[in-house]
């Protein structure tokens, strides 16, 4: 059997473990990063890219301070907050996000406005917690340009994904005002041509050019990264310290890691065994679908033999996010996380009674809370958006895209419903045409004059940031009342789980005395979520994931630090072995 010797082994190459990655290597620990996945990146590079990160240094200075980010955590947490978690999360901010822009070469984005999801909340702030990063070139990722993880086709627009704020503004816009066209058609066109000669586009954005800046980063650090490798066990010596990992695919063998092994391998909302345990509204295992890519519950898996084991305290289990889920025109199945489209004027929500049960402008994650809690005691948690023709053609419906995209494509796939009336298209999608009939008028009579009485829909900054900001008088309202009409199916999805490994403060896997497991540290969604149950805004998942990353990487590199300083050999003895060390520590 095949051996290969490291400082650190990383499973999974997502934000949390190449963040782990870097900031060993930094402090001159050799890396090794597996990933089973054909590509690097994992699920943050199909991602919007966004890091939810109160206390970054641009935030304080627009007013920021640490006791409205912990008054509002504690706020969506209820009692799952988790003070020391939170502490950890908030003291490590300002110096991870310092090291990925000036070490890694991040070029970090923060929006003018970007406001958290609960701006109702004591403690909400409407920008500076959330940062999002600039469209890059895969150039600098030279022969691995290939390696990254392509982005989820649904999402794009013919092979082209806006990237998140003003681009996707102009897209949105695209079939109605001639230079927000021209602006699409440029990007299109260049992605088409680049396609055509290079086999993928250079130009990456949202959370593809996160990971593309992460992976070149770790490429200049001259750290290893397999792909089409899985961790199969975890290896430990006599006296119970994690020593490496046995791995199979494409580097089969033991990887021997001196300072402990790192688990970023994702959650585990891709297993129905642990879905029926820890999602209550699935309990079968069946009724969800995960956008999310190879969270299959591998953390869960090999932590287990060592006293690993999921921490449920989370009052939700998973971040959510609605989906559609629909057959591509050549049969293979596809689906469409819906994170954006509710908060659109001229569309709503309904269940399976044709009722409206939530506010659709509030976030997929607390929307997701209220469908399976309006679902509870029902078989399966789904329901329907409902637009009229007029919003169909303008802003389209999910992965139904508007005017002049042809309809009958979405049709045709099994995504998308049409009826030339309110009652027509209740019989089509088996709800009451009486009760969707009255649900439609109630809300028009609110929605003609910007307000929604029921629900409090386009009430902040938050949902009017989901709208469209020139639709008057409210972005996220307009009456339903132009035929034909339009319904695609939503079911429950996620993001990434919440409940995820046991770790104590320093993100070291606990068994179940509550005892750390030396050596073994897991980050991202394979670990516990530092939030309690809460989504607090953009990048919910990605922010904890690096700079929890990025912190049990820099205590990786300190015992490296140590264990070198205790092997030196006393000062009069040295021969030249400074100068050895110095060139180690720039590597």
Not at 72 to 87: E, P
Not at 102 to 129: C, L, N, T, W
Not at 355 to 363: C, D, G, L, V
């Amino acid at each position: 059997m095949k051996t290969w010797t490291c400082d650190v082994l990383v499973i999974g190459s997502g934000a949390g473990g190449i963040a782990a990655a870097l900031r060993a290597a930094h402090d001159g620990s050799s890396v090794i990063v597996v990933e089973k996945d054909r590509y690097l990146g994992g699920t943050t590079a199909i991602s919007g890219g966004w890091l939810w990160v109160p206390g970054n240094e641009h935030g304080v200075r627009e007013g920021d301070t640490r006791e409205e980010a912990e008054t509002y955590l504690r706020h969506l947490a209820g009692n799952s907050y988790d003070a020391t978690a939170v502490g950890a999360f908030l003291d490590t901010v300002p110096e991870a996000m310092r090291f990925f822009t000036d070490e890694a070469g991040i070029a970090f984005h923060y929006p003018e406005k970007a406001p958290d999801y609960q701006m109702d909340a004591p403690g909400a702030k409407v920008s500076g917690r959330a940062v999002t990063v600039g469209a890059t070139d895969a150039r600098i990722l030279g022969e691995d340009r290939l390696r990254m993880q392509p982005y989820l086709q649904s999402y794009t627009v013919f092979g082209y994904m806006p990237e998140v704020g003003p681009d996707i503004a102009q897209f949105l816009k695209a079939n109605r005002d001639p230079a927000a066209f021209r602006h699409a058609a440029r990007k299109i066109t260049a992605t088409w041509v680049q396609t055509l000669l290079y086999r993928r586009a250079h130009l990456r954005t949202n959370g593809n050019a996160l990971m593309t800046r992460m992976v070149a980063a770790a490429r200049e650090a001259g750290i290893r990264m397999w792909t089409s490798t899985a961790a199969e066990e975890i290896l430990r010596g006599p006296d119970g310290v994690v020593t490496g990992a046995r791995l199979s695919g494409a580097h089969a063998g033991e990887v021997r890691a001196r300072l402990g092994v790192v688990i970023a391998s994702g959650g585990f909302s891709g297993n129905p065994e642990l879905r029926r345990r820890y999602f209550l509204h699935d309990p079968h295992g069946d009724d969800h679908t995960t956008p999310t890519l190879g969270h299959d519950g591998d953390a869960v898996r090999l932590t287990g033999p060592l006293g690993g084991h999921v921490d449920d305290r989370p009052h939700q289990p998973a971040s959510w996010g609605p989906v559609t889920v629909f057959r591509g025109l050549r049969g293979q199945k596809r689906w469409f996380p819906h994170l954006r489209a509710f908060g659109l004027p001229g569309l709503i929500a309904v269940d399976r009674d044709g009722e409206r049960f939530a506010n659709e402008s509030s976030s997929y994650h607390d929307f997701g809370v209220e469908m399976i809690r309006n679902d509870a005691d029902r078989e399966g948690t789904f329901g329907w958006i409902v637009a009229d023709d007029t919003a169909m053609r303008r802003y389209g419906i999910g992965w139904a895209k508007p005017w002049p995209f042809p309809q009958t494509v979405f049709r045709r796939a099994g995504y998308l419903h049409s009826a030339p009336s309110v009652p027509e298209l209740a019989a089509k999608i088996g709800v009451p045409a009486a009760a969707l009939q009255r649900t439609v008028e109630d809300f028009n009579s609110g929605a003609a004059c910007g307000e929604d009485p029921r629900f409090g829909r386009g009430s902040n900054w938050f949902h009017h940031f989901k709208g469209d900001m020139e639709h008057r008088p409210n972005p996220n309202l307009a009456p339903i009342e132009k035929g034909p009409f339009h319904a695609v199916k939503i079911e429950m999805g996620d993001l990434g789980t919440y409940a995820g490994l046991a770790v104590g403060p320093r993100n070291e896997v606990l068994d179940e005395d509550a005892q750390p497991v030396a050596g073994l540290y897991a980050v991202g969604t394979a670990a516990v979520s530092v939030f309690g149950g809460g989504y607090p805004g953009y990048g919910a998942n990605i922010g904890p994931a690096m700079v929890f990353g990025y912190r049990v990487g820099r205590d990786l590199g300190a015992r490296a630090g140590e264990r070198v300083k205790r092997s030196q050999p006393p000062a009069a003895a040295v021969s030249g072995g400074s100068e050895d060390l110095a060139v180690r520590g720039r590597r």
